[in-house]
Each structure stands twice: as structure tokens, then as C-alpha cells.
């Protein structure tokens, strides 16, 4: 019973289930009918890897708990290696290129957009490994670089995500040699932005996207993916400007963000998804980090979040909704659901998120709110106890 309550709160299908877990759809309905005892520890595993819970949770035992990281310590240390090698190859060498095969940067993308973290972290080690053993053997250089510096970008990413910002800055500046060494616009600001993120809380990163911005500004007239990384540029400036407290600094740069979108349309298969769309989504996180996420109403006409392909920025959109919410006053239930909306999108992302756990502890600590089970439950698993 406990599989089928959380097959259907994750919204998947036996067959679904089945696929993801690697077992036939009629063993998946003979544990859940009680038919079939559920006695293997790799099934158990299975499962709750396909469900993104605990063994514990599937169970009902205590077993095992939710760490609230969806990477494993071992994972991590394997994308630190990754990281060296391919930062430091005299260091981090002794991967043979015959062994290493090709990286697909579409594998490890769709992977970061349904925040998969814990396939991802391990996709992403063993990626950064053949980079590093290709490094100085021959072949088609624009491409190879174009994939580094994609490569480099998720993991600064996934990094941030997981809160490891120690491991950011050395792949920030693999991506940004590899962007500079090949010239492209596009992937100039792709670099960059990434050594934003990896910059993001040092006094000064401001300075940074206003590099980016001046650099990308005589390109975004004429290349729509330029132009995407140059919003986004306005975009992080917005929000960092909102957690200084410039409140007209951070309109300014959502308004050039939100011209720029209406120039390029809705891009929702590039690297961020930009568009009309997400610069709503970031005029809430915006909102949120003035501290006035209790003036948000209803959204405007045509803003509809659901349909970016990305479950990743759907679910920090609700997260951020959670958080605006609990910013006003009597708002609680409804910040709750905006939460559990977001764990039904992505189920590691608010494991992963800052901002759910705040939201959690917040919700906690109100009345009510601290006894409510399921709201514990969900706490649990983003690491809260």
C-alpha cells in the first residue's frame, strides 16, 4: 500500500513506475496488491530511486532516512575528481581516451531540467573524466571546446544546486579559457554567466554581469540565443540588485530583461528557457528578495509556468511562490501547497533548494502548521528534522 500512495503522489502510472525502476508492470502491481513481498533490498533500492524517496519512506522502516541531498557523499567526491582532472590534468590524469567515449551534453541537460541529481552528479564526473582525456589528443576543436564549456556550466550548476560552492570556481574557469579560445558569442555568455553563478555570493559579483552585459550587448540584436544569455544576464543582476536592497536598480535590469524576451518569444529548449515566462518567474524571485513577496496577487494573463518544458525552473518557481506567500499574512495554506506542487514537479529540487528548507522551517514554526504531518514528512525529506 505504501507504493501505491507514493506512486500516485509522484502522478506516475504502474507501467511508468515499472520503466523507471527496470521491472515489469505486473511485478509492480503484485507488490502493490500484496501478492509479492517486497524482500530484495535492490528492488526496494529500485523503487524508491524511481520514486526519489528513502528506502525508509517506502517502507515505512527506519532502515533508512532521507539525507536531504539528493547526491551521495561517494557521488560527490567522484565529481571532485572529475573537476581536478580536468582542471588540473597533471593532477587529475590517468584516464585513457580509448575508454572514454563521447559526451552527450543533451543527456546531462535533460537530466539538470528534471532535476535528476542523483543520476546527474555521476553522469557529470564521468563527462569531466573524457573531456580530461581527450584533452590533448586531436580532433575537431570548435566542438570540443562548445562541449567543455557545457559540460562546465551544468556542473557549476548542479554545484550551486547541491551547495558545494567550493567546487565551482575551477570548472567556472575551464569554461571560460574554452569560450575565450573559441570566440562564439553565445557561448562567451554561456561562460560567463557561469562564473557568475560560481561568483554569486562574493562581494563584487555584480561587477561580473556588468562584464557579461557590456560584452554581449552588440550581439543580442542579431543571434536569439545571444540575446537569451544576455537577458539572463539582466535577470541574476535584477535579483542581486533586490538583495542589496536597490529596489529601482533591480526593476531597471527586469524591464531590459523583459524587452530583450519580447524580442526573442518563448525559448523554452535553450539553455535557461528564456522567455516572457521566466522573467515572471523572476520578477517573483525578485519580489522575494526586496522582502515584498506579500504584495503578490494574481498572475497577469498568459503567465503559465506550467508549460516550461524545465521541471527545474518550474519547481523553483513554486518554491519562490511558497516563500512570497509566507511573506504576507494568513497565507500559510496556500504557501503549502505551493510546496507540495513544486515536490510533485521535482522531488530533489526542493530536497536541494535553500529556499524550500526556509520556507519549511517557516511553515514549522506557526501554529498548526508544526503538527501537520504530511508538511513534516516533506521537511524529512529535504533534510529538516
Known amino acids: 500500500m505504501r507504493l501505491r500512495r507514493w506512486r500516485l503522489r509522484r502522478g506516475l502510472s504502474q507501467r511508468v513506475l515499472a520503466d523507471l525502476a527496470g521491472f515489469s508492470q505486473g511485478y509492480v502491481a503484485q507488490i502493490e496488491s500484496g501478492a509479492a513481498p517486497l524482500e530484495r533490498r535492490s528492488a526496494r533500492e529500485a523503487l524508491a530511486r524511481a520514486l526519489q524517496i528513502s528506502v525508509g519512506e517506502l517502507t ?136 557568475i553563478r560560481a561568483v554569486g555570493a562574493v562581494a563584487g559579483a555584480e561587477l561580473v554581469v556588468d562584464e557579461g552585459i557590456e560584452r554581449l550587448s552588440p550581439h543580442a540584436g542579431s543571434d536569439p540565443v545571444t540575446a537569451a544569455i544576455y537577458g539572463m544576464h539582466h535577470l541574476i543582476r535584477a535579483e542581486m540588485a533586490a538583495r542589496a536592497g536597490l529596489a529601482g536598480v533591480a526593476a531597471a535590469h527586469l524591464d531590459e530583461a523583459a524587452a530583450v524576451a519580447e524580442h526573442t518569444g518563448e525559448r523554452p529548449d535553450d539553455w535557461f528557457s528564456f522567455g516572457p515566462t521566466n522573467v515572471g518567474m523572476w520578477r517573483l524571485a525578485v519580489l522575494v528578495a526586496l522582502g515584498d513577496g506579500g504584495a503578490v496577487g494574481t498572475p497577469a494573463p498568459g503567465f503559465h509556468p506550467e508549460a516550461l518544458p524545465s521541471a527545474q525552473r518550474r519547481a523553483t518557481y513554486f518554491i519562490d511562490l511558497s516563500r512570497a506567500l509566507l511573506q504576507g499574512r494568513g497565507r500559510e495554506d496556500a504557501a503549502a501547497a505551493a510546496l507540495y506542487r513544486a515536490e510533485m514537479i521535482a522531488p530533489q529540487q526542493v530536497c536541494a533548494s535553500d529556499g524550500a528548507r526556509e520556507a519549511l522551517r517557516t511553515l514549522l514554526s506557526r501554529p498548526r502548521y508544526g503538527r501537520d504531518g504530511r508538511l513534516r514528512g516533506l521537511a524529512a525529506r529535504a533534510g529538516i528534522r
Open 60 to 195: 515505512g522502516l527506519a532502515e533508512d532516512s532521507a539525507s536531504g541531498s539528493p547526491a551521495g557523499s561517494a557521488a560527490i567526491a567522484e565529481l571532485r575528481d572529475g573537476i581536478v582532472a580536468l582542471a588540473v590534468p597533471t593532477v587529475g590524469g590517468g584516464y585513457a581516451p580509448s575508454s572514454s567515449g563521447e559526451v552527450d551534453t543533451d543527456v546531462l541537460d535533460g537530466l539538470y531540467a528534471a532535476c535528476r541529481y542523483d543520476l546527474l552528479v555521476p553522469a557529470l564526473a564521468r563527462a569531466l573524466k573524457r573531456l580530461a582525456a581527450r584533452s590533448g589528443t586531436a580532433g575537431v576543436r570548435p566542438a570540443r571546446l562548445r562541449t567543455t564549456v557545457e559540460v562546465c556550466a551544468t556542473t557549476v550548476a548542479t554545484c550551486v544546486q547541491l551547495g558545494h560552492p567550493d567546487l565551482t570556481l575551477a570548472p567556472a574557469g575551464v569554461a571560460m579559457r574554452a569560450a575565450e579560445d573559441l570566440g562564439e558569442p553565445a557561448y562567451l555568455g554561456l561562460a560567463n554567466y557561469t562564473r
